[in-house]
Nanobody
């Protein structure tokens, strides 16, 4: 059974940093693209960042470029989202997700972790 478990969320002041982790079990992430999405109250879930299994390159939503960095540690079967220079508008529940490289849709999702940025 595939599971993704996020951790590292919390309350931080604007300008601060948080590091989210996503621990995968039930599959090895070596051949999986990993991504983070977020959902703020009253808003739809939106893409934040993704990392390719093939070359390890990340791509980011414009709203987080230059502030967030996604990485994956295949040996630890973990994906990480480093979030710096946080803004109140980054407040949301953050979800980790994965898909087999080359697949169209993300099919495994974690339960989410709350990030709250105070002004």
């Amino acid at each position: 059974q595939v599971q993704l478990v996020e951790s590292g969320g919390g309350l931080v002041q604007a300008g601060g940093s948080l590091r989210l982790s996503c621990a995968a079990s039930g599959h090895t992430i070596i051949y999986y693209d990993m991504a983070w999405f977020r959902q703020a109250p009253g808003k739809e879930r939106e893409f934040v960042a993704a990392i390719s299994w093939r070359d390890g390159r990340g791509n980011y939503a414009d709203s987080v470029k230059g502030r967030f960095a996604i990485s994956k540690d295949n040996a630890k079967n973990t994906a990480v989202l480093q979030m710096n220079s946080l803004k109140p508008e980054d407040t949301a529940v953050y979800y980790c997700t994965s898909k087999l490289g080359g697949a169209k849709d993300y099919d495994y999702w974690g339960q989410g972790t709350q990030v709250t940025v105070s002004s």
